[in-house]
């Protein structure tokens, strides 16, 4: 995951391939409370997603006294002993809108006397409102208090009301704020329903119904039937008790396929045998954002659906605008509105009026962002309307996110536009509630246009720093780092494990070796052919064998086309010595690290002293000063800057400063004229 200020995406043209799916987030967080009130009985949970909203769930259960064991994607839950639940609890279930409102339904009929739990969560959820399901759980005679404000979280539980739990057998609930308050209510009533049926009757209209069928679907596979007369009354019956299934496998997340099957219909193309096809979740899933795949192919996107699976291509181009009720699709229907953007005439998205109590507004926020990108957008108290830009007509934008996932994912599709703007995501981590690895899943799929990928070239002598900082750079950004002198280095390496003299009479074996490199960069480890050469290509042999076989032609020509293929999205940061000059001569930014042979000279030999090696400063200035008469005056590819480098002498600068320098450079180079204006740089 993503865990930068902002991201960068590069223009991008196509996408391809295959993903696997996340689990779903509303299934997930649903069956870790079933088992976890599965009171004494063991429940193996497979493929549930590892998220921001799950981690708070878990790690509220594991608070008030639930046996849970992790490993990889499957969790081992020991259902809650009611007579062992602490004293007092407080819970912080961050932005988790599906564990706030079923733990608060839930917890408020299991607190006992002389029990406290206090719930709570991030800013946004503390504006989140949540007083009809306080109301509903007040007519079971259930204690719940405002810390704050009337109506939001934080709340505090004590125990319910006895006489009052029992007389209550019917209780009323709104139907028209957000289902998560139903879905509340109907898993927590089993837990009081020993003696009598108990009733829930939905005032008004129910939205989300398939949010609302996944939970019935989940109760059964519990043990709990719920009756449903017409969506309007759920009656839980007298003597419903949970029953662990077991074991169950969590479906992958229908609302997290959207962006993917409107990926494939944006920008696969058939004619050249492109699809996207999404493993782990099918047409036949109990989720209802799998329906959204009826709203592409109403734009004219091309789905075929298996049991498991879904291949999407691009149909209809342009796509076609539509007008649908989104409320059968909450979630997704977001995914909708930035596919407008791709759409010939205006698409509207009504009855979509729960978008406004999820992690952000989401209506307005939709309208203030595909507004940067140059669409014309109008909004209602529950509807929503995108006209695209004209094709020339398409502005840079700095996307800000909300801390709200599907807001960063949708807009990521923004960088498909035919004008090939910028387009920035900012804080790219909030997709970390439910898809962890979604851009690192969008960068596999999709090809960048021609000369698009970003790349900083950080040239400079040996013992610079030029890998420390094109490290630290390449952190900020979130792009990955190539480190040519190690590459040089090993095959330096390899050419010894030959047997082969580095020697420009031995060009042809040398370039032989060098093509067929078995490379693998594993943290601080360097394999070659399955063995770390960490160590032998650190050395002072490894370098000065280098720094020889770095001046032959064939071998240079052998790797360059190597290194070019390393320049993949979101970016790229190279460091060596002919990077701006050789390797990526257009590269928007090529830096020249330098500083005097002293200062270089005092890095190398603490470095070299802190591990335990016998060296003299006199000395190392010595090789220092005469690896850079090598390098400088050597016939291929001398080291020096290239014609458009900024030079930056990093003597008495930390890394830190040095990194910083780089970052401003790079907004202005790559990022300053499209998002200067945005305030958010």
């Not at 837990?191 to 059964?220: F, W």
């Amino acid at each position: 995951m993503f865990s930068i200020p902002f991201l960068d995406i590069a223009a991008l043209q196509s996408a391809t391939g295959t993903v696997q799916l996340p689990g779903s987030k509303s299934i997930s967080n649903r069956v870790l409370l079933l088992a976890a009130l599965c009171e004494g009985q063991t429940t193996v949970l497979h493929d549930v997603l590892a998220s921001d909203d799950t981690d708070a769930m878990l790690t509220a259960l594991q608070t008030l006294g639930c046996e849970i064991e992790r490993q990889a994607q499957q969790v081992r839950i020991t259902g809650l002993d009611r007579q062992s639940l602490p004293a007092q609890a407080q819970l912080h279930l961050g932005n988790a809108g599906t564990a706030m409102r079923p733990l608060t339904a839930a917890l408020a009929l299991l607190v006992g006397p002389g029990q406290a739990f206090e719930l709570t969560g991030v800013a946004r959820m503390q504006e989140r409102p949540i007083g009809d399901l306080v109301d509903a759980l007040r007519q079971l005679g259930c204690a719940i208090d405002y810390l704050k404000n009337p109506g939001f979280p934080p709340l505090a539980l004590r125990a319910a009301d006895p006489q009052k739990l029992q007389a209550s057998g019917s209780i009323q609930i709104r139907g028209d704020v957000s289902s998560q308050f139903l879905t509340a209510m109907l898993m927590a009533l089993p837990l009081v329903a020993k003696e009598r049926d108990y009733v829930i009757e939905v005032v008004g209209e129910l939205i989300s119904k398939p949010y609302i069928a996944i939970t019935l679907n989940l109760l059964a596979r519990f043990g709990i039937v719920v009756r449903n007369d017409n969506w309007q009354r759920f009656t839980i019956a007298a003597g419903s008790r949970y029953q662990s299934p077991g074991q169950l496998h969590v479906e992958a997340d229908a609302s997290s396929a959207s962006y993917l099957v409107a990926l494939g219909g944006i920008a696969s193309d058939p004619a050249l045998g492109q699809a996207i096809t999404i493993e782990g979740v099918g047409e036949d899933s109990i989720q209802g954002d799998i329906r959204f795949i009826d709203a592409a192919r109403q734009m004219g996107v091309h789905v075929e659906t298996g049991p498991n699976w879904l291949r999407v291509q691009r149909g209809q181009w342009p796509l076609k605008a539509i007008d649908i009720d989104g409320n059968h699709i909450p979630d997704a229907a977001m995914t909708l509105a930035v596919m407008a953007l791709y759409a010939e005439g205006t698409t509207r998205i009504t009855n979509i009026a729960s978008w406004r109590v999820k992690e952000t507004d989401r209506i307005d926020a939709m309208v203030n962002e595909l507004s940067k990108l140059g669409a014309v957008v109008d909004s209602g108290p529950d509807w929503i309307s995108v006209a695209p830009p004209a094709a020339d007509a398409w502005r840079s934008a700095s996307i800000a996110t909300y801390d709200d996932h599907r807001v960063a994912m949708c807009f990521s599709l923004a960088a498909f536009n035919p004008a090939s703007v910028a387009v920035r995501i900012e804080d790219p981590r909030c997709v970390g509630k439910t898809f962890p690895d979604y851009f690192e899943a969008l960068f596999a799929l999709a090809q960048p246009k021609p000369n698009a990928v970003p790349v900083i070239c950080i040239d400079g002598p040996s013992a610079s720093g030029k890998g420390t900082l094109a490290a630290h750079v390449a952190k900020q950004l979130g792009f990955h780092v190539l480190d040519s002198g190690a590459l040089y280095r090993v095959a330096g390496v390899a050419a010894r494990q030959r047997g082969l003299d580095i020697a420009p009479e031995h060009a042809p074996a040398l370039a032989d070796v060098a093509r067929s490199l078995q490379l693998v960069f594993d943290g601080e480890r360097v394999l070659l052919d399955g063995r770390d050469v960490a160590a032998a290509m650190r050395s002072d042999a490894g370098s000065r064998d280098a720094s020889l076989i770095s001046a032959i032609p064939a071998v240079r020509d052998a790797l360059l086309q190597w290194q070019r293929e390393r320049a993949a999205l979101p970016g790229l940061v190279a460091d060596g010595r002919d990077m701006g000059t050789v390797v990526f001569p257009d590269a928007p930014l090529k830096v020249f690290l330098t500083a005097s042979a002293e200062h270089r000279a005092e890095r190398r030999y603490k470095q070299l002293i802190s591990q335990g090696f016998d060296v003299k400063l006199a000395s190392l200035r010595e090789e220092l000063e005469a690896r850079d008469l090598r390098d400088t005056t050597r016939a291929v590819a001398p080291l020096k800057p290239a014609v458009d480098a900024k030079v930056l002498d990093n003597s008495d600068l930390s890394v830190a400063e040095a990194t910083e320098q780089v970052l401003q450079w790079w907004r202005q180079a790559y990022a300053g004229a499209a998002f200067a204006t945005l305030g958010h740089d």
